[in-house]
């Protein structure tokens, strides 16, 4: 333990500056993901009969192993942090659009029908009464993605993107633990952290008698 302590110290700077990157990759991308999917899931649930087949597509994407896609990208895109992004991102979807297409379609009716009977427009019923009701289960998907790609990022460090990822495989290049641990144990606290707050958000947009999704 002492020594494991000591390499720390030691590689502070370094370990810190994969932090960055990784945090850096995990934001952009679950950013990137929520920008494409919350819209596509709005839209979806207004054309449900097109959504199955969107969703069951996004959900074989999702199959694809990741290395597999990274590969993809790094014939198109070359070497770097594009790439990574790129994949990541795509990742990033499926979880935020189906609970922002299962949040909106699950909003109850009587909502609809009462604030249309209020004389609210198609938008104003969107933006002021299925987003708002939908937001917990929006924000689950936006959670579920964040803790995936914080997983999935560790592979980017295979094509030069850097981040927690070039720890740990430094670590099985050379067979030092004390590299894989000071990528693997950062990368499984900031998935529980990040977890964690996010869940409290969710807890927070919650209106009240609203059950808060897991």
């Known amino acids: ?56 597509f996004a959900g074989i994407v999702q199959t694809i192993p990741g290395l597999v896609m990274l590969g ?9 942090k594009l790439p990574a992004i790129v994949v990541l991102s795509v990742y990033a979807i499926l979880p935020i659009l189906t609970n922002t297409y299962v949040g909106i379609t699950e909003v109850d009716k009587h909502y609809k029908e009462a604030a249309r ?29 964040t803790v995936y790609i914080i ?28 590299y894989i641990l000071a990528g693997a144990i950062p990368a499984a606290l900031m998935a529980v952290i990040i977890g964690a707050i996010i869940t409290v958000i969710q807890k927070l947009v919650t209106p009240r008698g609203l059950k808060v999704r897991g």
């Open 117 to 145: 009977g209020i004389g609210m427009t198609t938008l104003q019923i969107l933006f002021k009464v299925e987003i708002p009701i939908a937001l917990p289960a929006i924000i689950n998907g936006i959670k579920i993605s």
């Open 72 to 80: 993809f990208a790094l014939m198109l895109f070359g070497i770097g």
């Open 1 to 56: 333990m002492y020594e494991f302590i000591e390499f720390l110290i030691k590689n502070q700077n370094m370990i810190t500056a994969s932090l960055s990157v990784h945090i850096q990759l995990v934001v952009t991308a679950v950013s990137i993901g929520a920008l494409i999917a919350i819209p596509i899931g709005v839209i979806l649930s207004r054309y449900q009969k097109v959504a199955k087949g969107v969703l069951g």
């Open 151 to 178: 997983s999935w990022a560790t592979l980017a460090a295979l094509i030069g993107a850097g981040g927690l990822g070039d720890l740990i495989w430094t670590g099985l290049a050379t067979t030092n633990d004390y």
